[in-house]
């Protein structure tokens, strides 16, 4: 067996005691990440209307405060002031509704995180995506003999297709779940991959192929910070959509802060 020089105390490179690929192997690394799908997208859509009504009646509260504050100013404490007292009745009301809205809130932010499934992906090289995206597309067309002849102007076509490529890169860039009560299971296959894109809404669909392209395109975004003498000092990969059909080692996806989207999503900060 050759020895792991990238272990500490082990001897300098040397010719009789170097290889390669050992060392590769011993200080390449690739980054985790996760993406959260929340699932009960019923209480994420009354989530929203909660929070809209919440902004309304704290906007409501500062200019009902403006107005108590100048009533006051003008009337002496030694006289009743009916329009003074209907203010701070309001103010009094306002106070119970926003009680109300906080409470609906946090009711429905733990109901959204009890339906929550964490997968965690580990996406590694360009050139590895665009050997998933190729496969894929072969596969696609080996299962759709509907498409044989379709034409790049297919909407149908392009749209099934660039399907098959994404649920095929969740399936092989997924490393496992982790469900709400803690266990972890094992990553879904494409056709889990398909069901899951069946069970969430557009924006939720969006923020997961987002996820996907994070770690190709932190890779690029650490790189040029770092600038640590990488060709052009900075990092030399293109940026292109996920889901498209690209040379090898061309495809990068854009980028998004997972955790960002997870939290504002469904106002989980």
Not at 58 to 65: G, I, K, S, W
Not at 93 to 105: F, I, P, S, T
Request: net charge negative.
């Amino acid at each position: 067996m050759t020895q792991d020089i990238s272990v500490p105390g082990s001897p300098e490179p040397g010719p009789d005691n170097f290889d390669f690929e050992d060392y590769l192997a011993g200080v390449s690394t690739f980054p985790l990440f996760k993406h959260t799908a929340y699932l009960d997208q019923a209480s994420g859509a009354e989530l929203g209307r909660v929070f809209d009504e919440l902004e309304r009646v704290v906007e409501e509260q500062a200019a009902l405060d403006r107005r108590i504050e100048q009533r006051s100013e003008q009337t002496s404490g030694s006289f009743v002031d009916a329009a003074l007292d209907s203010m701070l009745d309001d103010r009094e009301a306002l106070n119970d509704r926003m009680a109300e809205l906080l409470k609906q809130r946090d009711a429905l932010t733990e109901k959204i995180k009890a339906s929550s499934l964490v997968l965690t992906f580990q996406v590694k090289t360009a050139e590895e995506l665009g050997a998933v995206t190729r496969e894929a597309t072969r596969q696609f067309h080996k299962e759709n003999k509907q498409f044989q002849k379709a034409s790049e102007d297919d909407l149908d076509y392009l749209t099934a297709r660039s399907r098959y490529q994404l649920t095929s890169q969740i399936a092989h860039f997924c490393t496992g779940m982790t469900l709400p009560d803690g266990r972890n299971v094992p990553p879904p296959t494409r056709q889990g991959a398909e069901r899951l894109l069946k069970s969430l809404i557009s924006s939720e669909m969006m923020r997961l192929m987002e996820s996907v392209g994070t770690g190709l395109s932190a890779s690029q975004e650490w790189a040029d910070k770092l600038d640590a003498g990488f060709p052009g000092r900075g990092s030399d990969v293109e940026e292109v959509g996920l889901g498209e059909d690209s040379p090898e080692g061309s495809e990068v996806v854009g980028a998004a802060s997972v955790d960002d989207a997870d939290r504002k999503a469904v106002g989980l900060d």
